[in-house]
């Protein structure tokens, strides 16, 4: 963690450049925002509220400039570590050029900055879940997913990254005990290549459940209609919505014994429905 904050140092203190918006890339890798990480049920208001930050800093840019972004040459590519809602809203605003501070270094070290650097600083807040999530990633990265040494402190780790001592206890445990070779590759952090935490606490049978193989395209379709109806049943209670789907239901029913009785009527039918 010592060396981490080191990087982290040298990387603030660079001088300011500018870069045009279209050398910067982006990776899944170094986003810790991924709103897949947190409950279905808050999952529409932090896309919400996503959209609205970068918006407001697009506004901005009419008459101020944003903070400039940490950014990572990686054998001689621009990866953006710190400063992917700005880079948005210069897109947004139309900007062709972006300041930046810019630093030489690995790709794993960029990857673990990613979980450390977006924890801190005047940022849209980190869901608890995705808080929770960059702790245990960078513990896996830091350690080389072995044991943290013992000079760095659960409460120190917690006030770093935003959680309770005790999670940090519980991720310690389960820390040198986790095979990723058992988890499916969408349970896998796309940085670190370690599951992600939701899919190693709790019921190991039920999380795993989650996972279950599903074609991309039909899971993002999946998941983005669980998170519309977790937010219908926050909005209006779970009996408002259970009363829409015995609607549903009931209108599901009817239709059903309606086109029983078209079969019945015709003796072709019923003899293909009760074959």
């Not at 005990?177 to 896998?188: G, M």
Request: glycine fraction near 6%.
């Amino acid at each position: 963690m010592e060396k981490l904050e080191t990087l982290l140092k040298r990387w603030q203190a660079q001088d300011v450049c500018t870069v045009g918006i279209g050398k910067l890339r982006t990776d899944d890798a170094l986003q810790p925002r991924d709103v897949r990480i947190a409950p279905f049920a808050d999952r529409c208001r932090l896309q919400s509220e996503s959209e609205r930050h970068v918006a407001r800093m697009a506004a901005c840019l009419v008459d101020t400039e944003l903070e400039p972004m940490l950014v990572a040459d990686v054998g001689g590519v621009l990866f953006v570590v710190d400063g992917h809602h700005r880079l948005k809203a210069h897109k947004r605003a139309r900007e062709r050029q972006a300041r930046v501070r810019v630093l030489p270094m690995a790709w794993s070290d960029a990857v673990a900055a990613s979980k450390l650097v977006n924890c801190g600083g005047a940022k849209l807040p980190l869901h608890a879940e995705q808080a929770r999530e960059c702790l245990w990633q960078f513990m896996a990265a830091a350690t080389q997913h072995g044991m943290l040494s013992p000079d760095v402190s659960d409460r120190q780790l917690g006030r770093t990254f935003g959680t309770s001592r005790e999670t940090v206890g519980a991720m310690r445990r389960r820390l040198s005990k986790v095979n990723p070779h058992d988890f499916n590759a969408d349970a896998l952090d796309p940085g670190t290549g370690w599951p992600r935490w939701k899919y190693v606490k709790g019921n190991a049978i039920r999380d795993r459940l989650d996972d279950v193989p599903q074609d991309a395209r039909e899971r993002v379709a999946d998941e983005r209609r669980a998170a519309k109806l977790a937010a219908m049943i926050t909005k209006d209670g779970p009996d408002a919505f259970l009363r829409s789907i015995a609607l549903l239901k009931n209108e599901a029913i009817a239709e059903a014994a309606a086109a029983m009785a078209e079969a019945m009527a015709d003796p072709a039918e019923c003899q293909e429905l009760t074959a």
